[in-house]
């Protein structure tokens, strides 16, 4: 066909990446469903935001993403786009007999901050309810490994109740895809390190890995660098509000 006699042609345009093609860029132009750009719109998700324009494309790619970028850049949907589109265009319906496997786990520092992705993914994915489970401290454990029994696709945890659960065997990450790291910086200042080593050895090494940080100092260089394989870096400054 025409589209196979021209791979130079299709190789320019996918990796164009001006700032301009950048400013203009909707999540409408993005390689997803009808389905989630109609849903994004409706959630008020027009234009991406710097971090969102650099990350989504090359993360639907399946591409690893080394992100700096601070509070309020929009960190979010830069890893929930691309993780929905995943579990969307790759399901398997589950049945009684067989469950689907944890495919994607996002860890961060704190349970506000778990609770704050789980809301933007139901706000996203509305009848999916128990697709998606917090396993985090504060919280009940019965109740977390109750939802952990019906099989979501998800889990949004922070370190230390992930490595308890892994721990007492209460937990699988060995179908895990998509691994997001937020806040890196804050989970290392708590102390998360050890927690993060001993969930990240229970996950395929053949796996994708976004990993942001508001802070890229040489110490948490030399971490991150051996969880992420030939990352897109990506360097988003403060905003101005
Ligand atoms: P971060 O994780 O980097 O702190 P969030 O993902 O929490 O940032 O986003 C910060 C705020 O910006 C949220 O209120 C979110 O709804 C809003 N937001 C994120 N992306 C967009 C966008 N593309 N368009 C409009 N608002 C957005
Ligand atoms: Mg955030």
């Not at 948490?220 to 030939?230: K, L, S, T």
Request: net charge neutral; with cysteine; charged share 25%.
């Amino acid at each position: 066909t025409a589209i196979l006699d021209q791979p130079e042609t299709i190789q320019a345009a996918s990796t164009t990446n001006s700032t301009e093609a950048r400013q203009s860029m909707r999540f409408n132009d993005l390689n997803i469903s009808d389905s989630l750009k109609s849903r994004l719109t409706q959630a008020g998700f027009i234009t991406p935001t710097p971090v969102q324009a650099q990350a989504i494309p090359p993360a639907l790619e399946g591409a690893d993403v080394l992100a700096t970028a601070s509070t309020g850049t929009g960190k979010t949907l830069s890893f929930l786009v691309p993780i929905i589109e995943r579990l969307e265009a790759t399901s398997a319906p589950s049945t009684r007999a067989k469950r689907n496997p944890i495919r994607a786990l996002i860890l961060l520092p704190t349970r506000e901050l778990a609770m704050q992705v789980l809301e933007v993914y139901w706000k996203l994915v509305p009848h999916a309810k128990h697709d998606a489970v917090l396993v985090c401290g504060g919280l009940s454990e019965n109740t977390q490994l109750d939802q952990l029994d019906r099989g979501p696709r998800l889990v949004v945890a922070t370190p230390g109740r992930l490595e308890d659960f892994l721990r007492r065997r209460e937990i699988s990450i060995n179908a895990v895809e998509m691994c997001v790291l937020d806040e890196v910086d804050r989970m290392l200042d708590m102390g998360f390190l050890p927690a993060i080593r001993r969930i990240a050895a229970a996950i395929p090494r053949q796996r994708q890995t976004m990993c942001y940080s508001a802070t890229l100092d040489a110490n948490i260089q030399e971490i991150v660098r051996d969880y992420v394989r030939n990352p897109v870096r990506i360097e988003i400054g403060q905003t101005s509000k």
